[in-house]
């Protein structure tokens, strides 16, 4: 992101996951965050371990990770009922059949990998306590948001 995101909760949360990271490792496990590059190129100095890993929006990237697109969050883009859809969507009806994400996925040259439950657990406790803290820091219009957010998500 550029410069002029800097007061943005996007901007902002790249560094705050890095904070917490080192906070939470007790500063065993510190990352660096370094804002440039393009994604592509991003994707290729983690595969051959120039860096350690990597975030970008894939859909910066160039024409060969256009079928990635509707796999991540595209900004103003689909609703959570139309993103499921494409995540879940199969050409093959077969139970067994691969999504057709993962049917692509392999022809870009990215390999998944999925993170355990212990990681992803604490991942979700950090996410919530980050955004309390942020609805603490934004009782504006960020807690408004927030607040709806949160009692959606325990009606479903």
Known sequence: M???AKNTILYNALQAVCDRVREMSG????????????????LNDVDKGVVQCGYNGIYYGTQ??????FGCAI???LNPQEQNAWLYYKKDPNPEAPT??????????IQLMQFNEEILKAAREETIKLLDQYAIED??????VYDEWKNFTQQI
């Not at 060969?64 to 697109?69: F, G, N, T, V």
């Open 75 to 77: 900004p103003f883009g």
């Open 139 to 144: 009782e504006e219009d960020f807690k408004y």
């Open 27 to 42: 500063q065993r496990f510190i990352i660096t965050l370094k804002r440039s590059g393009k994604t592509e190129q991003l």
């Open 64 to 69: 060969k990770l256009k079928i990635l697109y």
């Open 100 to 109: 057709f994400m993962k049917e692509k996925i392999p022809e870009t040259g």
């Open 2 to 4: 550029s410069e002029s």
